[in-house]
T-cell receptor
Framework: DSGVTQTPKHLITATGQRVTLRCSPRSGDLSVYWYQQSLDQGLQFLIQ???????AKGNILERFSAQQFPDLHSELNLSSLELGDSALYFC?????????????FGPGTRLTVL | AQSVTQLDSQVPVFEEAPVELRCNYSSSVSVYLFWYVQYPNQGLQLLLKYLSGSTLVKGINGFEAEFNKSQTSFHLRKPSVHISDTAEYFC????FGAGNQFYFGTGTSLTVIP
């Protein structure tokens, strides 16, 4: 158990819908990262937050957005869903992005868009 | 941005045989290297990391990796595999660019055959 929690575990929805994925980092970790894992593209970095502020952006679509709240949990919002958004979405956390640290991964949310 | 190449997408190996999973990265500047393992239906778990110091790094579950700067490689090895090592293995690199951002390879699926 990494200490990172993600909810829900599974999500099934229809095209055009909007969903919210939630992540709680390990106690003491200030930085949260979101990744998308799909069969054809591997593990893709989406976005990073540190202590409530966006720190780095990767291959995140404009239909996707995220935020980190004062209690440090983070939410990833996916809107106007398409079939190709079906994937595993991982959240990871680390102590301090000011130095190189191990990222601890949550169990993931499996999103299926029908 | 960094890129990571895992040359073998699938590696079948017999139980108790040695295995090497290959990883090459793109940059010649200072990098920090990681190997993660993903068991079926689980998140990623850190196997080992290279930040500095000895180029031979030992990790959990009997795995080790060697950092080779001249060849920009960080291959993962285990002298004798077990059935329980069947999993997906990911190599990752961070160059301390945008706050501990990791770049992942596409993964190598290791299957241990009894």
């Amino acid at each position: 158990d990494s200490g990172v929690t993600q909810t829900p575990k599974h999500l099934i929805t229809a095209t055009g819908q909007r969903v919210t994925l939630r992540c709680s980092p390990r106690s003491g970790d200030l930085s949260v990262y979101w990744y998308q894992q799909s069969l054809d593209q591997g593990l893709q970095f989406l976005i990073q937050y540190y202590n409530g502020e966006e720190r780095a952006k990767g291959n995140i679509l404009e239909r996707f957005s995220a935020q980190q709240f004062p209690d440090l949990h983070s939410e990833l919002n996916l809107s106007s869903l398409e079939l190709g958004d079906s994937a595993l979405y991982f959240c990871a956390s680390s102590v301090d992005p000011g130095q190189i640290n191990e990222q601890f991964f949550g169990p993931g949310t499996r999103l299926t868009v029908l | 941005a960094q890129s990571v190449t895992q040359l073998d997408s699938q590696v079948p190996v017999f139980e108790e045989a040695p295995v090497e999973l290959r990883c090459n990265y793109s940059s010649s500047v200072s990098v920090y290297l990681f190997w993660y393992v993903q068991y079926p239906n689980q998140g990623l778990q850190l196997l080992l990391k290279y930040l500095s110091g000895s180029t031979l790094v030992k990790g959990i579950n009997g795995f080790e990796a060697e950092f080779n700067k001249s060849q920009t490689s960080f291959h993962l090895r285990k002298p004798s595999v077990h059935i329980s090592d069947t999993a997906e293995y990911f190599c990752a690199v961070s160059d301390f660019g945008a706050g501990n951002q990791f770049y992942f390879g596409t993964g190598t699926s290791l299957t241990v055959i009894p």
